[in-house]
Antibody, heavy 122, light 111 residues
Framework: QVHLVESGGGVVQPGTSLRLSCAAS????????MHWVRQAPGKGLEWVAV????????YYAESVKGRFTISRDNSRNTLFLQMDSLRGEDTAMYYC???????????????WGQGTLVAVSS | QSVLIQPPSVSGTPGQSVTISCSGS????????VHWFQQFPGTAPKLLIY???QRPSGVPDRFSGSKSGTSASLAISGLQSEDEADYYC????????????FGTGTKVTVL
């Protein structure tokens, strides 16, 4: 059974950095692309980024491009999201999700974790 | 700002059928498959429909998806109280070097 557990969220000040982690189990982590999706309080879903199974390709939403970096460690079955230059509008629940296949492009987030909350506030 | 437009809310009585529309463009819905997600308050989204009209194992056949051109729809037949949730469509968008986009979301209320 696929299990995804996000961690690393918290309250941080604008302009600072935070790294989220997503521990995966129940499937061959290294064979699947992985997504990050976020949801601001009371708002809809916003896709953040996706990384291919071998980290060969990444895609980002315009709102985070140049500030966030998605990466993975297949030996530790863990996905990361490095978030730099955080802004108030980055405040959200952050979900990691397993994709449909190994390729990042055209993949879909099909199984989601329960999320970790990030609050950016001074 | 989402590029897939959904009605903010739809409602129906138990047993009725409701439909949620998802309007996109040639760079997203018109050129890629559409997926639908269901989300209950305080919980993570769950995949409801993939590749326009396919249901994952365990999803009741009361839920069905369709796509035509740059629009897609999710239909719920025989509406039940437990269907009250938020629903989102999603698709890849080939503009902007490739991004995944969600719809604006629709709240389904069972009266």
């Amino acid at each position: 059974q696929v299990h995804l557990v996000e961690s690393g969220g918290g309250v941080v000040q604008p302009g600072t950095s935070l790294r989220l982690s997503c521990a995966a189990s129940g499937f061959t982590f290294g064979a699947y692309a992985m997504h990050w999706v976020r949801q601001a309080p009371g708002k809809g879903l916003e896709w953040v980024a996706v990384v291919s199974s071998n980290e060969g390709s990444q895609y980002y939403a315009e709102s985070v491009k140049g500030r966030f970096t998605i990466s993975r460690d297949n030996s530790r079955n863990t996905l990361f999201l490095q978030m730099d230059s955080l802004r108030g509008e980055d405040t959200a629940m952050y979900y990691c999700a397993k994709a449909t296949g190994w390729v990042a492009a055209k993949s879909q987030p099909i199984i989601w974790g329960q999320g970790t909350l990030v609050a950016v506030s001074s | 700002q989402s590029v897939l437009i959904q009605p903010p809310s739809v409602s129906g009585t138990p047993g009725q059928s409701v439909t949620i529309s998802c309007s996109g463009s040639s760079s997203n819905v018109g050129s890629d498959t559409v997926h639908w997600f269901q989300q209950f308050p305080g919980t993570a989204p769950k995949l409801l429909i993939y590749t326009n009209n396919q249901r994952p194992s365990g999803v009741p056949d009361r839920f069905s998806g369709s796509k035509s051109g740059t629009s897609a729809s999710l239909a719920i037949s025989g509406l039940q109280s437990e269907d009250e949730a938020d629903y989102y469509c999603a698709a890849w968008d080939d503009s902007q070097d490739g991004v995944y986009v969600f719809g604006t979301g629709t709240k389904v209320t069972v009266l």
